[in-house]
C-alpha cells in the first residue's frame, strides 16, 4: 500500500507540471435517470437508476474533484457512491476513483473499512481524447484481489442535427469477465451511444456474457 501511495503521488506530481483546464471552472451538479446502470458491459440491478453527482474544478490548474453515485430505485444491494479526483494534462487525463458500495447482499458495509475484502475499490485510469478518438485505460490497485484491468477504445463518427454518435469496444479481466472467459481478459462491452439534447441512449453487446442491452437515460442539470 505504501508503494502504491508513492506511485499515486509522483503521477500526480508530474501532471501537475502539465496541467491545463478542461472544463468549466467551480462547481458542477446534477443527475442522470437510467433505464438500467450498465457499466463496463456488466448489468447492476434490474431496474431504473438516479444517478446524481457533484463536482469542483480549480480555477486554473483544471484538477476536479467529485462524487458521484448510483441509486436504483428498487434495490439497495447496487447503490454506489463514489470519490474520484481528476487531474488533466493536455489531451491526457488521470484519474483516482473509490468505488464505494453501501450495502451489497444485504448487509451493510463500513465506509471507513478500506482493504480487500472491504466495501471500497480503489482504481487507477488513465485517458486520453483527440478529436474524435477516445482511450481508456485502467487498473483496481486496491480492494480487488485481481487487480482487474480495463481498456476500452471509442470514435465519434457522427455529428449532425443536434445529434452525436459513437461507437466503442471495451475488454477486461479480473471481475469483468465472469462469464466464458472465466477471468481471463475479454471483450465484455461493444457497443453504440447516440445521444441528443438531454437524451442518450446506448446498446451494447458483452460477448463474455453473451447478452445485450439497451439503455436509455435523461440528464438533469440547472
Same mark, same amino acid.
Given at each position: 500500500?505504501? $508503494?502504491?501511495? !508513492? ?11 502539465? #496541467? ?5 471552472? =467551480? ?9 438500467? *446502470? ?18 469542483? #474544478?480549480? @480555477? ?10 448510483? %441509486?436504483? /430505485? ?15 494534462? &493536455? ?10 458500495? @453501501? ?7 463500513? %465506509?471507513?473499512? *478500506?482493504?480487500? &475484502?472491504?466495501?471500497?475499490? /480503489? ?8 478529436? !474524435?478518438?477516445?482511450? /481508456? ?5 486496491? =480492494?480487488?484481489?485481481?487487480?482487474? $484491468?480495463?481498456?476500452?477504445?471509442? *470514435? ?11 461507437? %466503442? ?6 471481475? *469483468? ?13 461493444? =457497443? ?6 438531454? %437524451? ?6 458483452? @460477448?463474455?456474457?453473451? #447478452? ?11
Amino acid at each position: 500500500m505504501k $508503494k502504491t501511495a !508513492k506511485l499515486l503521488a509522483l503521477v500526480f506530481a508530474i501532471t501537475l507540471l502539465f #496541467t491545463g483546464t478542461s472544463k468549466a471552472e =467551480g462547481f458542477d451538479i446534477g443527475a442522470d435517470v437510467v433505464s438500467r *446502470y450498465v457499466w463496463r458491459g456488466t448489468e447492476y440491478g434490474d431496474a431504473v437508476s438516479v444517478q446524481p453527482w457533484l463536482s469542483y #474544478t480549480f @480555477p486554473g490548474i483544471g484538477i476536479e474533484v467529485g462524487s458521484w453515485a448510483s %441509486f436504483a /430505485l428498487d434495490d439497495d444491494d447496487f447503490n454506489e457512491v463514489d470519490l474520484y479526483v481528476t487531474v488533466p494534462a &493536455g489531451n491526457f487525463s488521470f484519474t483516482l476513483t473509490d468505488y464505494y458500495f @453501501p450495502q451489497y447482499n444485504g448487509v451493510d458495509n463500513d %465506509f471507513f473499512e *478500506y482493504g480487500d &475484502g472491504g466495501a471500497h475499490v /480503489l482504481e487507477l485510469s488513465a485517458g486520453y481524447e483527440h478529436e !474524435k478518438v477516445s482511450l /481508456l485505460g485502467a487498473v483496481n490497485i486496491s =480492494g480487488d484481489d485481481d487487480n482487474s $484491468k480495463y481498456f476500452e477504445a471509442g *470514435y465519434n463518427f457522427y455529428d449532425k442535427d443536434d445529434y452525436s454518435a459513437s461507437l %466503442f469496444v471495451g475488454g477486461g479481466d479480473g471481475f *469483468y469477465t465472469t462469464g466464458n472467459a472465466g477471468g481471463d481478459f475479454g471483450v465484455v462491452a461493444v =457497443g453504440l451511444n447516440v445521444s441528443k439534447d438531454i %437524451f442518450n441512449a446506448s446498446y451494447i453487446i458483452n @460477448p463474455d456474457q453473451e #447478452t445485450s442491452f439497451l439503455v436509455l437515460g435523461v440528464t438533469l442539470q440547472p
